[in-house]
Structure formats: structure tokens, C-alpha cells
């Protein structure tokens, strides 16, 4: 289980705020729920500096880790190729070509909506006052 969100929750903003939610809503539950896992675990394991999630008061917007989950079920086998360093896969005539590099671990989205939570601040959430 998600320790910040749920399905539930994820289903909702999906269905009212995301335009191009067919990864989301095509996945099974038990997909939706790996996805939120998955995308909790990464966030907080990247941004361990500034959140953690058992301190209500020091979470991860709900909306970044649901964006992170979205763009976890959005990879597909070109992009987890590329990952491992394929360049070119071809099929039936048709050729993918790649890199061959990773994409960005962290969501565009949910890294706007996190640097905005942050302030847009290097530090995160507190800053120094020199006097």
C-alpha cells in the first residue's frame, strides 16, 4: 500500500484533471497500485531531504506522486529498452530509434508541482536569513 495516497484518490484526480489519462485508466488496480508505490518510492527516495512520509506535515504533494505514477505507466518497451542501452529496435519493417539513455527518473509534471511545494527554493522548504 501507497504510506500518502490511495487508488481512490488517484482515480479522482485523474478522471477531473488529467486530459490524457488512458495509461491510468486502462491499468488494472493492482497496476494503479505498483504505479503508486513505485512512484512514492521514487520521490521520496530522490527528494529525501525535504520530505518524508510518515510526518504528515513534511509530505509530497499528493499531486506529484500521482503525476510520477502517470508517467511510470506512460514508459513503454521502446523507453525501457533505451534504459538498458538499446539504440534501434525494428519490427515487422517498422524501426524505433533511441539514444540508447535513460529517460529522466522524475515526471516533468511532478517535478514542477514538487519545486513549486519547495519554493523553487535550492534548499527546499526553509531558507537563511543572514543578519
Known sequence: MPKTVSVEEAN?????E???NEPWEEADDDRKLRALNNAENILYRH?????????????IPKV???EQALWLLRQDDA????????VQTTVSGISVLTKGE????????????????????????????VM
Open 79 to 86: 523507453i525501457l529498452a533505451a534504459e538498458m542501452g538499446v
Open 64 to 66: 506529484a506522486v500521482f
Open 102 to 129: 535513460a529517460v529522466d527518473l522524475i515526471a516533468p509534471e511532478a517535478r514542477r508541482i514538487i519545486n513549486d511545494d519547495l519554493g523553487n527554493n535550492a534548499s527546499g522548504r526553509f531558507s537563511w536569513t
Open 12 to 16: 479522482e484526480y485523474f478522471a477531473t
Open 18 to 20: 488529467v486530459l490524457h
Open 47 to 59: 527528494y529525501s531531504e525535504y520530505y518524508e512520509p510518515s510526518d504528515e506535515s513534511k509530505q
